[in-house]
């Protein structure tokens, strides 16, 4: 997670012409199931680990949060969150995930999305959020999933007439660095496979609520042609437990 390709001022540039950069959450394929998953925010304490551009905070206060804190590595993600997503109650720190530390039963509600695949421990992380959760409290995240993030290269299969014919899945059983590349530079990443996701949190005491492989929207796949090629492969995993 200390590797912060996203103060990269090309790399910055690019993510910022993704289309959940761009528009937010509406431009995420996985917000149409992600925000089912959530608890009610009223009146909570809400942490956000990998806050980027404070899309979640944002919303997490717009739903009735107490207060929300957004924690991100990089310098250029947090100007930009202050820049459109900075509202009262909310309040972002530039941190290392591997760095934080907060009191015991600090928070109501924990949220991450696609961050917890760049640190290299989730048992470090996941036993540090259940410390920092009180009593009944939600852990959200999202992450890459284990079929997407096995091979390294995060890249099709092309047939000579460059056409997709298949998402490459192989050291599956090994976990560990993938180095793989994300708008144009490499970036590491950390596999994992879906039963330590689920034990790991089995371990650390948390209870499973759901555990979700979201496809894209119907009216994204209208929209955006080339999202058809979502449901070819689970690209992402979410997951929802409780302390």
């Not at 937010?24 to 199931?33: P, S």
Request: charge should be negative; proline fraction near 4%.
């Amino acid at each position: 997670m200390k590797e912060n390709k996203y103060d990269n001022p090309s790399f910055f540039d690019q993510y910022e012409k993704m289309l959940r950069s761009q528009i937010g959450l509406e431009g995420a394929g996985e917000w149409h199931t992600l925000k089912n998953m959530l608890p009610d925010f009223q009146g909570k304490n809400i942490l956000d680990l990998g806050c980027g551009f404070g899309w979640h905070c944002r919303y997490a206060m717009e739903n009735g949060a107490q207060s929300v804190i957004g924690i991100d590595l990089s310098e250029r993600m947090l100007a930009k969150a202050q820049e459109i997503n900075n509202m009262e109650g909310i309040q972002y720190e530039r941190k290392a995930l591997e760095d934080i530390d907060y009191p015991a039963e600090k928070f109501d509600i924990i949220l991450s999305s696609l961050t917890l695949h760049y640190v290299a421990s989730f048992d470090t992380i996941t036993q540090h959020i259940y410390k920092w959760l009180s009593p009944g409290g939600t852990f959200v995240f999202s992450v890459e999933h284990p079929v997407f993030t096995a091979e390294g290269g995060q890249d099709w299969i092309y047939d000579k007439n460059g056409e997709k014919t298949c998402w490459p899945v192989d050291r599956y059983f090994i976990e560990g660095k993938r180095n793989t590349t994300f708008l144009g530079e490499n970036v590491i990443k950390y596999h994992r496979t879906l039963t330590s996701y689920l034990n790991t949190l089995l371990k650390h005491g948390f209870k499973i609520k759901e555990v979700i492989e979201p496809e894209p929207g119907q009216e994204m796949l209208k929209e955006i042609p080339e999202m058809k090629e979502e449901l070819r492969r689970p690209m992402m995993l979410l997951i929802s437990a409780e302390k």
